[in-house]
């Protein structure tokens, strides 16, 4: 069974600073990986994607994430956080059932970015 | 946000009753979504639709039931409501996969409150 573990409830840093969040997943096969953000009472972005090809992918707002299959993770990072940055981080792992994109969401990251 | 429209976007309901959320969407993607979020559960699929009047369930789908009449509509039904299917719920929609598109759009949310 397909599942994804985002180990950091909460993480807290200082504007400027860098950042890694965590996320290791479960999956029988090939996965499809995907990093999300969520501010305060809105709907989930797309920060990022792995499909296939090359393992370390570059999404919007200056994330990146690396696929490593030896470790079964994904983890986000960014080199210097800015204040915009505070939300809620999802990993999710896709499961391909007759081409739907139903997706397995860790329980998420809350960020805090301190001035 | 993907011309996704969820209604309403909030609602406050007594036990026992029954309520239908709406999903809305101008994309004319084939695959839409329901999921709920739940603190320290992330986002978990309720029911999805993979195409007019075609629904599968999702791995929490007890007590919820699904239409899907015309491309651009998908609704969510809770038959008599309990307190446990608090949440807020989201919808998502995406092509399939195997054209090579993984990405899933999410509207902004619906918050639910069973009393």
């Known amino acids: 069974a397909q599942s994804v573990t985002q180990p950091d409830i909460h993480i807290t840093v200082s504007e400027g600073a860098s950042l890694e969040l965590r996320c290791n997943y479960s999956?029988?096969?090939?996965?499809?990986l995907f990093w999300y953000v969520q501010s305060p009472g809105q709907g989930l972005q797309l920060l990022l994607k792995?499909?296939?090809?090359?393992?370390l992918v570059q999404g919007i707002k200056g994330f990146e994430a690396e696929f490593k299959r030896s470790q079964s993770s994904f983890n986000l990072r960014k080199p210097s956080v800015h204040w915009s940055d505070a939300a809620e981080y999802f990993c999710?792992?896709?499961?391909?059932?007759?081409?739907?994109?139903?997706?397995?969401f860790g329980t998420g990251t809350r960020l805090t970015v301190i001035p | 946000d993907a011309g996704i429209t969820q209604s309403p976007r909030h609602k406050v309901t007594e036990t026992g009753t029954p309520v239908t959320l709406r999903c809305h969407q101008t994309?004319?993607?084939?695959?839409m979504y329901w999921y709920r979020q739940d603190p320290g559960h992330g986002l978990r699929l309720i029911h999805y639709?993979?195409?007019?009047?075609?629904?599968d369930k999702g791995e929490v789908s007890d007590g919820y039931s699904v239409s899907r009449s015309k491309t651009e509509d998908f609704l969510l039904t809770l038959e008599s409501a309990t307190s446990s299917q608090t949440s807020v719920y989201f919808c998502?929609?995406?092509?399939?996969?195997?054209?090579?598109?993984?990405?899933?759009?999410f509207g902004q949310g619906t918050r639910l409150t069973v009393v």
């Open positions: 999956y029988g096969a090939t996965p499809y």
């Open positions: 994309e004319n993607h084939r695959y």
């Open positions: 792995y499909f296939s090809g090359d393992t």
């Open positions: 999710a792992v896709g499961a391909l059932q007759t081409g739907a994109n139903n997706l397995f």
């Open positions: 998502a929609i995406s092509e399939p996969i195997t054209q090579g598109n993984t990405e899933a759009f």
């Open positions: 639709s993979y195409g007019v009047k075609d629904t």
